[in-house]
């Protein structure tokens, strides 16, 4: 049992972060040059400048390969994310790159699994955005991966994220049925013995009353009429679609690419901007429509079957200072009366807040990486750790003004309505936490039986090199 948990830490903490930032990870061409000056220990971390060999094929897994570089570049992924990589070896880093591969592989002979084109191509597209934001430039990306043209790094990084969007579907589907019982909960917990009981860290239960400023008439006029200006210029005078939304979209998403889409029913919008994008036909632009993230024109550039290739411009009214203003005057009377004792917190945010997510519940904030009301303040979202740390329990904080991820300014209130000090586990009070923990060993024991059992029916070739790796899966075949 202590190996186990220890096992689900250190995926948990070393491994589960290439998922999470898998698409910077620099996968070298096959004929890259390295230097070296000794052989490499397959348990022992070396710089790629100190190895000299030509990179090839180290491994095949049904339709997949990996490249030697692969491994030094999952090195260089950890750590630039602060990772320390001292105990991880290339034995390590290879058999989960292989178990990646065999995710993916088996994907492609399962019928029920459908990675759709389309939606790899939009999330190539938005990540791109991000890439360049950071990185600068075309020409730095190019030169980063090592690809010649935009031409052959878009092919390659398309290859590379519909790789991962197999293998997280597959993974996906193989613990999708794996449920666990509350006497299992209660009989993983029995056998930890009670030195190794893990220690959880300081939780915080919050409660807010989120107050939006109110777009005036007039900027949301000005929006509308710019909109129906574009379309007019681009319907009676020719001009470029694509070349507005590069010069006047909101969207960072779609911006550079001319504001372009490729959407079915099932792609991820929200329904407002689905319900206009399959109402209109090949050619034709909308009038000016509203979502959560502002105001909306589309043309629909290609109808397939039931997938439509769009454009679209999104345009924001702008918030003023005087709107501003008036959501903190708001605010503030709000935390006047909840001090004075006229409302009580949760009557004030189920009356006021402008959160649809959770007044109904009295302002309670839900952690979204867990789904119950406890942050643990190691874990927790710095800029929210920042405005929530020194309040005492029960205190209301002053108007924060918080600006969320459509980039939309707005004024919160916090509450601190309970702190958990550091602890070891008790099984009632840390019930879910340690549901969650004999849940992944569940998964963990169902992943390790779908693998050998797959393991034995597909290709699989490991160099020679390689071959005197302990695996913890039984890739050899033995």
């Not at 075309?138 to 390659?156: A, H, Q, W």
């Not at 649809?356 to 710095?382: C, Y």
Request: aromatic share 8%; hydrophobic share 40%.
């Amino acid at each position: 049992m202590p190996l186990k948990i220890k096992t689900m830490k250190f995926l948990n903490n070393k491994f589960l972060l290439l998922f999470t930032f898998a698409f910077f990870t620099v996968i070298a061409t096959a004929q890259e040059v390295i230097q070296e000056e000794a052989a490499v220990k397959k348990d022992t971390v070396k710089k790629v400048s100190q190895r000299k060999k030509v990179d090839g094929v180290i491994a095949t897994i049904g339709d997949f390969i990996i490249l030697d570089s692969d491994i030094d570049m999952e090195y260089i992924e950890l750590t630039s994310q602060g990772i320390s990589v001292n105990d991880i070896t290339r034995c390590q880093l290879l058999g989960k790159l292989m178990e990646d591969r065999l995710y993916a592989h088996q994907a492609l002979q399962d019928s029920t699994i459908v990675v759709n084109d389309g939606e790899i191509q939009n999330m190539m597209d938005e990540r791109l955005t991000y890439m360049l934001e950071q990185i600068g430039s075309m020409d730095k990306m190019l030169k980063f991966y090592n690809k010649k043209n935009e031409e052959e790094f878009r092919s390659f990084f398309f290859d590379v994220l519909k790789q991962g969007k197999l293998s997280s579907e597959m993974r996906n589907k193989v613990v999708a049925d794996v449920e666990i019982t509350p006497e299992e909960v209660r009989t993983f917990f029995k056998k930890i013995p009670t030195e190794e009981l893990p220690v959880f860290g300081a939780e915080l239960e919050l409660s807010q009353i989120v107050i939006e400023p109110k777009v005036s008439d007039v900027e949301r006029q000005k929006v509308i009429d710019k909109l129906i200006e574009i379309r007019k210029d681009v319907l009676e005078n020719g001009s470029s679609f694509r070349t507005r939304a590069v010069l006047y979209s909101q969207d960072p998403g779609s911006r550079s690419s001319g504001g372009f889409y490729k959407m079915n029913r099932k792609t991820p919008f929200v329904k407002e901007f689905k319900d206009v994008a399959f109402s209109l036909n090949e050619g034709e632009i909308s009038m000016p429509f509203q979502t959560d993230f502002g105001y909306h024109i589309i043309l629909v550039e290609k109808i397939k079957g039931q997938e439509v290739e769009l454009r679209h411009i999104l345009l924001t009214p702008k918030i003023t200072d005087d709107d501003l203003r008036e959501a903190k005057e708001k605010v503030t009377l709000i935390r006047s009366r909840i001090v004075s004792g006229e409302l009580t917190f949760a009557e004030a945010a189920r009356n006021l807040s402008d959160e649809k997510e959770t007044k109904a519940n009295g302002g309670i904030l839900l952690n979204p990486k867990t789904l119950d009301t406890r942050f643990e303040l190691t874990k927790m979202d710095p800029s929210l750790y920042s405005q929530v740390s020194s309040l005492k329990p029960n205190e209301v904080s002053q108007p924060v003004l918080d600006e969320d991820q459509k980039g939309m300014k707005k004024y919160k209130l916090l509450m601190v309505t309970n702190r958990i000090d550091s602890h070891v586990a008790d099984y009632a009070t840390d019930y879910v936490k340690i549901k969650e923990l004999a849940l992944k060993e569940k998964q963990f024991e169902a992943i390790g039986k779908w693998s050998n059992e797959k393991i034995l029916e597909t290709y699989i070739r490991i160099n020679a090199e390689y071959r005197d790796c302990d695996f913890t899966n039984n890739w050899l075949k033995k």
